[in-house]
């Protein structure tokens, strides 16, 4: 085995490593490999073959982190575009992604906006009513939730 190929199979080995964790977008995979050194022409090579391979979806990965979203943790639409920007899903891949996971589980935002709201009001609404409107509001702002989808909600779980 020549030089070349060895240093193939172990930024090969490290990719399998890093993704054995958990599932990685081609952007987190290529940074982690630069980091570790390896020079432009053999990460774009690793990043084709995990492609080939399957083990790098950027489109995939969208679905399985909005569906992670949408079940545990409820996000707004724009949050979780966001994220997945921030993670180096390009735009096109992110609402692709979104988009097939709230077909899937068969949900629109505003559910997930009503859930995340009622949960979140049971835990405070024994405090004051106008404290409770603005904790409400901003809480699911910083969730991404759209505004006028969030001051119909909490002016009606909160009278």
Avoid: Q
């Avoid at 890093?18 to 774009?44: C, I, K, M």
């Avoid at 990043?47 to 790098?56: D, H, I, Q, S, W």
């Avoid at 639409?77 to 709230?102: C, N, P, Q, T, Y």
């Amino acid at each position: 085995m020549t030089t070349d190929e060895a240093l193939r199979e172990e930024a090969l080995r490290r990719a399998f490593r890093h993704l054995s964790h958990r599932p990685r977008t081609r952007s987190e995979l290529e940074r982690h490999l630069v980091r570790r050194g390896y020079d432009d022409a053999l990460v774009a090579a690793t990043l084709r073959r995990c492609e080939e391979l399957g083990y790098v979806d950027d489109r995939a990965f969208a679905v399985s982190w909005t569906l992670d979203r949408i079940r545990l943790k409820p996000r707004g639409v724009a949050r979780i575009r966001l994220e997945l920007r921030e993670k180096g899903v390009s735009e096109e891949d992110a609402w692709a992604g979104i988009r097939h996971a709230f077909a899937e589980e068969g949900i629109e935002e505003r559910d997930l906006l009503e859930r995340a709201a009622e949960k979140r009001w049971r835990a405070r609404r024994s405090e004051d009513p106008r404290t409770v409107r603005r904790r409400l509001a901003a809480y699911l702002e910083r969730r991404g939730f759209p505004s006028n989808d969030i001051r119909e909600i909490v002016d009606h779980l909160v009278r």
